[in-house]
């Protein structure tokens, strides 16, 4: 069979190409670095407090990666209150609170059963700095900031020493109020993370966030992945763009949605599934025991294409049909969460800890 390769920019091809190559100077180096404070998160109605977790989109996306067995490494600050066992070891900074926000839900319903939220960030920790990324160079870097974490030097720095850095545009586009830390959003050309787009390989928005930028102006840099929750995905390239189907679910809460696609589109491409199949992948989130075995035999099938050379596929595969079913089939295990447990001395974040997974959203 025969699959016809469709790229979004020059750097696109010449990052693919490269992975290609013998890569003997950094056939050590880590496969995914995920960028990105862990936070505690604070479930508020009626100004009382009804649930705390783990929150942080790295703390979703870790869970996702080390599900789908890719070797990664995370980078991520906390104060000394952090609360949480872990399984990457945060930095943890003795003069500053870990990142905590709070979500505040409206208890009257609307007709459509959305509760709002308001997300206020409580407490930030300090920034992750250029200086604080390891030396290393990894294949695909994630920039995955919730509280303001990610400076633009700091995602300079992930875009020279990774060979693909895909960004959450949540750690882009939200600012904190001064007086009581409430999220707002503003547009991406606002920002100083703007000049650096063409320089990214993959930005992910949900469909909210998505009207903060110019995507037919971005899509020109950047693939860009917009997230709709039961409406699917839809991938944006220079040249056309794609509608993904979702995976149907009775979802009553869709916390931690966004950042777990997020973990099994990178997850997915890092296997070696074309563009199309590893959104599917990702918007499967959780069911990973199950789905890995179908991955492994969908990536063998996919490398068997004739390309002229190795590319970013956004055309879908013979196929691709098929592989959604079986996704959908494999999908019949309970969902991949990890209940997040209090802290005790022996579960230090100083130490080796167990995986967390937050009932809460931070990320967004």
Same mark, same amino acid.
């Given at each position: 069979?025969?699959?016809?390769?469709?790229?979004?920019?020059?750097?696109?091809?010449?990052?693919?190409?490269?992975?290609?190559?013998?890569?003997?100077?950094?056939?050590? *180096?880590?496969?995914?670095?995920?960028?990105?404070?862990?936070?505690?998160?604070?479930?508020?109605?009626?100004?009382?407090?009804?649930?705390?977790?783990?929150?942080?989109?790295?703390?979703?996306?870790?869970?996702?990666?080390?599900?789908?067995?890719?070797?990664?490494?995370?980078?991520?600050?906390?104060?000394?209150?952090?609360?949480?066992?872990? %399984?990457?070891?945060?930095?943890?900074?003795?003069?500053?609170?870990?990142?905590?926000?709070? &979500?505040?839900?409206?208890?009257?319903?609307?007709?459509?059963?959305? *509760?709002?939220?308001?997300?206020?960030?409580?407490?930030?920790?300090?920034?992750?700095?250029?200086?604080?990324?390891?030396?290393?160079?990894?294949?695909?870097?994630? &920039?995955?900031?919730?509280?303001?974490? !990610?400076?633009?030097?700091?995602?300079?720095?992930? !875009?020279?020493?990774?060979?693909?850095?895909?960004?959450?545009?949540? &750690?882009?586009?939200?600012?904190?109020?001064?007086?009581?830390?409430?999220?707002?959003?503003?547009?991406?050309?606002? #920002?100083?993370?703007?000049?650096?787009?063409?320089?990214?390989?993959?930005?992910?928005?949900?469909?909210?966030?998505?009207?903060?930028?110019?995507?037919?102006?971005?899509?020109?840099?950047?693939?860009?992945?917009?997230?709709?929750?039961?409406?699917?995905?839809?991938?944006?390239?220079?040249?056309?763009?794609?509608? !993904?189907?979702?995976?149907?679910?009775?979802?009553?809460?869709?916390?931690?949605?966004?950042?777990?696609?997020?973990?099994?589109?990178?997850?997915?491409?890092?296997?070696?599934?074309?563009?199309?199949?590893?959104?599917?992948?990702?918007?499967?989130?959780?069911?990973?025991?199950?789905?890995?075995?179908?991955?492994?035999?969908?990536?063998?099938?996919?490398?068997?294409?004739?390309?002229?050379?190795?590319?970013?596929?956004?055309?879908?595969? %013979?196929?691709?049909?098929?592989?959604?079913?079986?996704?959908?089939?494999?999908?019949?295990?309970?969902?991949?969460?990890?209940?997040?447990?209090?802290? #005790?001395?022996?579960?230090?974040?100083?130490?080796?800890?167990?995986?967390?997974?937050?009932?809460?959203?931070?990320?967004?």
């Amino acid at each position: 069979m025969t699959c016809e390769p469709s790229t979004i920019t020059s750097t696109s091809r010449q990052w693919l190409h490269q992975q290609q190559q013998p890569t003997k100077p950094h056939s050590s *180096q880590t496969r995914v670095l995920i960028v990105g404070n862990y936070c505690h998160d604070v479930l508020m109605q009626k100004d009382t407090v009804k649930a705390e977790s783990l929150g942080g989109a790295a703390s979703f996306i870790s869970n996702v990666v080390n599900g789908m067995s890719v070797s990664c490494n995370l980078v991520s600050k906390v104060g000394e209150d952090f609360k949480y066992p872990v %399984d990457f070891t945060p930095i943890v900074i003795p003069t500053s609170k870990t990142t905590v926000f709070h &979500a505040y839900f409206d208890l009257a319903i609307h007709g459509n059963c959305h *509760q709002d939220r308001v997300l206020k960030r409580v407490s930030a920790c300090d920034p992750i700095r250029p200086s604080d990324l390891p030396d290393a160079r990894s294949k695909f870097g994630m &920039a995955v900031g919730v509280g303001g974490e !990610i400076l633009p030097e700091t995602l300079e720095r992930m !875009i020279e020493t990774c060979d693909a850095v895909f960004v959450d545009i949540q &750690a882009l586009i939200r600012v904190f109020d001064s007086v009581d830390g409430t999220v707002k959003l503003v547009k991406l050309e606002e #920002t100083e993370f703007y000049s650096l787009l063409p320089r990214i390989e993959v930005l992910k928005a949900s469909s909210e966030e998505a009207v903060f930028m110019d995507v037919e102006e971005v899509r020109k840099w950047c693939c860009v992945v917009v997230t709709n929750g039961k409406e699917g995905c839809k991938v944006y390239w220079k040249d056309g763009e794609l509608g !993904i189907p979702p995976f149907l679910a009775n979802q009553k809460d869709p916390t931690g949605a966004g950042d777990s696609f997020l973990g099994g589109f990178v997850a997915g491409l890092v296997q070696g599934l074309a563009v199309p199949d590893a959104a599917l992948l990702g918007n499967l989130f959780g069911s990973l025991t199950r789905v890995k075995d179908e991955v492994q035999r969908r990536k063998m099938q996919f490398l068997h294409c004739e390309r002229s050379e190795y590319e970013l596929e956004f055309l879908k595969p %013979d196929g691709h049909e098929q592989f959604h079913a079986s996704l959908g089939a494999a999908k019949s295990t309970p969902p991949f969460s990890i209940q997040a447990r209090p802290w #005790t001395p022996s579960n230090s974040p100083m130490g080796d800890g167990a995986d967390s997974y937050s009932t809460l959203h931070s990320a967004g």
